[in-house]
């Protein structure tokens, strides 16, 4: 009876082994090693070498971070998209002492998580083929070559009203606290306006591993006026804008591991710097849960200012990097003297 009970127990093992084992199977891998920087190839907003810098020390009981704040490639998006779906779904892995025992394998969480990055991925990678489409389209049109670019605006314009394209926005929407950040009219749609085509991602990783630790978005979003009911309901559901836009930070996530170690800190100034070397606006904007405390205090330190609010988020401002201010009619010219526009010609 005894041999009998050695050998259940020793397959109940095997088991419980071969359950971690998929578990790290089908788990994305949050650190993604860059084997060599991609900043020489980033020429089109490219930021200067001097970006690169130590973040501030906020907490003690770990060393400084040297960060590479650069321009996001494609290949980040797998990594990003893990962190964002985390922090959507409020699964985020926070560091574990080494003798503490790995968290239960749920397969119905593990799902949720695997569709939701799949969304995700899927959402960054559009909105990075419609900017790079609509900055070619108004190139061509600038160029005065030739009207070739009309078929693209199609194709752009089919892309972000696709319905494949707008259920994921949708969902998008119900998982994120601030869905307006996700919305279609919030990104350039057609190139008529070309503040639109003002977006810019920006990816933090650590310089001494090549792990990818934040990301941050920056888009031209119009302003907003103030809030309404659209149901005649007490609850602020809907606002109305103004036709002037501004820089406004969409999307802004550190991995759990590095929180309180100034990353996000790092990530808005750099984003506040790249805004006044464009010379686009004099302001950034970005919009905060009221009852993320932590969140709105870091941004207060930072210069943001509140200027619109509802129930549950704050629309808050700040002056950007009064070194690099400019003129829109300055930030068409360098935008058509870069070397990926004199490339394209």
């Known amino acids: 009876m005894s041999n009998r009970r050695r050998l259940v127990f020793f397959a109940i093992v095997a088991l419980l082994d071969a359950l971690v084992i998929l578990q790290s199977e089908f788990t994305p891998t949050l650190a993604l090693v860059v084997t060599s920087p991609r900043w020489e ?56 002492h080494k003798f503490e025992p790995q968290p239960a394998f749920n397969f119905k969480r593990k799902m949720e998580f695997l569709r939701t990055k799949a969304g995700v991925v899927s959402l960054l990678h559009s909105r990075m083929e419609a900017i790079a489409v609509g900055r070619k389209i108004w190139q061509m049109v600038s160029s005065e070559s030739s009207l070739k670019g009309l078929d693209e605006k199609d194709k752009l314009r089919y892309l972000w009203s696709s319905d494949i394209f707008r259920n994921k926005l949708e969902k998008a929407c119900k998982l994120s606290d601030e869905p307006h950040s996700w919305k279609n009219y919030n990104f350039a749609c057609a190139p008529e306006r070309m503040e639109r085509l003002f ?41 109305s804008f103004t036709e002037e836009s501004v820089p406004t930070i969409v999307n802004l996530v550190t991995s759990a591991k590095y929180r309180r170690r100034g990353v996000a800190s790092s990530i808005v100034r750099s984003a506040s710097r790249f805004v006044g070397i464009q010379g686009c606006s004099k302001e950034l904007a970005l919009y905060v849960e009221q009852n993320n405390k932590g969140a709105v205090q870091l941004y207060e330190r930072l210069g943001f200012k509140t200027k619109n609010d509802n129930a549950n988020q704050l629309y808050m401002k700040a002056a950007v990097a009064k070194q690099a201010t400019g003129s829109e009619e300055d930030f068409k010219h360098r935008f058509f003297r870069s070397r990926k526009y004199r490339m394209a010609k």
């Open 41 to 96: 190839g980033d020429r089109t907003h490219e930021l200067p070498r001097s970006m690169v810098g130590v973040s501030e020390e906020t907490n003690a009981s770990h060393p400084k971070l040297q960060l590479r704040i650069r321009s996001t490639a494609t290949e980040d998006i797998p990594t990003i998209s893990t962190i964002l779906s985390r922090a959507l779904l409020k699964e985020e892995e926070k560091p574990r």
């Open 199 to 239: 977006h810019k991602m920006l990816t933090a990783e650590n310089v001494a591993t090549g792990e990818i630790i934040g990301f941050c978005e920056v888009a031209m979003l119009s302003q907003p006026k103030h809030w309404c009911s659209v149901d005649g309901s007490n609850e602020v559901t809907e606002r």
